[in-house]
């Protein structure tokens, strides 16, 4: 395993649409490693996509500190998106930003893991968000293009709604 430099927003990769993967060989399950130390390092980052490691493929690893634990996913489609909600984001890649961007409240999504074999998974919370988040980054898009100014009913509201749960 070895850390890998983020790549930090400017820089054009980021915006390039990412190619699917077709190998599921011992370099793929390296980048993965790679990109979960890489996220983890100082607890930085709930998600990492490979494009933010300078590798333009469709992969993506999020571990948001639920039971899940860490996920991996490779050629990864949003098959359904329900609800609407809006989340205090940021990225590894655009440092000292942040900002509250809508996204669904639940997600059903399928995915291969790191031997090519398919999966499914509905996910809710802070989990679909930050698929979602990281799905954007396979198609050259960031979170501060998609961020909101909320007014300060919708700001009252979603604390509101914090504190029930
Ligand atoms: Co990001």
């Not at 634990?69 to 890649?93: A, D, V």
């Not at 961007?101 to 809710?124: H, K, M, S, T, Y």
Request: with cysteine; aromatic share 6%.
């Amino acid at each position: 395993m070895a850390l890998r430099e983020i790549v930090i927003d400017g820089d054009p990769i980021l915006r390039k649409i990412s190619r699917p993967v077709e190998k599921f060989d011992s370099k793929l399950a390296d980048l993965l490693d790679d990109m979960a130390e890489t996220m983890y390092l100082d607890n930085r980052g709930i998600g990492i996509a490979a494009v933010q490691v300078g590798i333009l493929r469709r992969i993506f690893v999020v571990d948001v500190g639920d039971e899940n634990g860490k996920l991996e996913f490779i050629n990864p489609e949003i098959l359904e998106r329900e609800g609407s909600t809006f989340y205090l984001e940021g990225c590894l890649s655009c440092p000292g930003k942040n900002g509250y961007v809508e996204r669904p409240e639940r997600i059903r999504v399928r995915a291969q893991n790191r031997n090519g074999e398919w999966f499914e998974l509905e996910a809710d919370g802070l989990l679909a968000i930050c698929i979602c988040h990281e799905y954007d980054h396979l198609d050259g898009i960031l979170f501060i293009d998609k961020v909101v100014e909320l007014t300060e009913e919708q700001l009252a509201e979603l604390e509101a709604e914090e504190e029930e749960e």
